[in-house]
């Protein structure tokens, strides 16, 4: 793993993609969520879109051969590897108010929104601009009923999801910080990008 950048527990980090290289994240213990965002690098108001994605691929489960969409329905990234298979683009990125409403904890905690927020603000992207993220390994499950649950997830250590930029992009990335996400633990993430 000594060519991956690591992401911290409960941190992240944004940095910027060309049209045509490949991202890969990596769960390098296993059991450990990772939120994504995307931006058009030269116009920040297109941005990944959970509704537009799931509305073109014609499922809510995207994994290899999915693309991700923007607001301005156009692709963004294509998924070209996937060894976990289980991902989320229903739920919003953790912050603070849902360690509050969901969790009852009112003490300070680091959240996946804070962590965005942060990084994202030296390309100038604002709390309010930040949408509904990929959440990469994520295990929400669904009832015939609509009822949500979060459980750990499926991941072993080193599984990876690949993905081809379609645009020249902002990515930003964390290591969620929420309990239920992880399994109640908090472990690094580890990503790379390359050229092929």
């Not at 994994?63 to 991700?68: A, C, E, I, Q, V």
């Not at 409403?101 to 996946?112: A, D, L, R, V, W």
């Not at 390309?123 to 994520?138: H, K, Q, R, S, V």
Request: aromatic share 8%.
């Amino acid at each position: 793993m000594s060519n991956y950048t690591i992401i911290e527990p409960q941190t992240g980090t944004a940095f910027t993609i060309k049209k045509g290289q490949i991202l890969t994240v990596s769960d390098p213990l296993g059991r450990q969520v990772s939120d994504m965002v995307l931006f058009n690098l030269q116009d920040k108001r297109e941005k990944i879109s959970a509704g537009k994605s799931m509305d073109f691929e014609e499922t809510i489960l995207l994994t290899k051969g999915n693309y991700l969409w923007s607001n301005r329905s156009r692709k963004m990234m294509e998924i070209i590897e996937d060894t976990n298979g289980r991902n989320d683009f229903l739920l919003a990125p953790c912050s603070p108010e849902t360690f509050q409403i969901m969790y009852g904890n009112h003490e300070e905690h680091p959240s996946c929104l804070n962590n965005l927020r942060a990084n994202l603000a030296e390309y100038g992207i604002g709390l309010d601009d930040i949408p509904t993220a990929f959440n990469i390994f994520m295990n929400v499950q669904f009832g015939p009923d609509g009822k949500l649950s979060v459980l750990p997830p499926t991941t072993v250590a080193g599984d990876r999801i690949r993905f081809r930029a379609e645009q020249d992009l902002i990515v930003c990335l964390t290591a969620c910080s929420a309990e239920d996400s992880n399994g109640g633990t908090f472990k690094p993430i580890h990503y790379q990008v390359s050229d092929r």
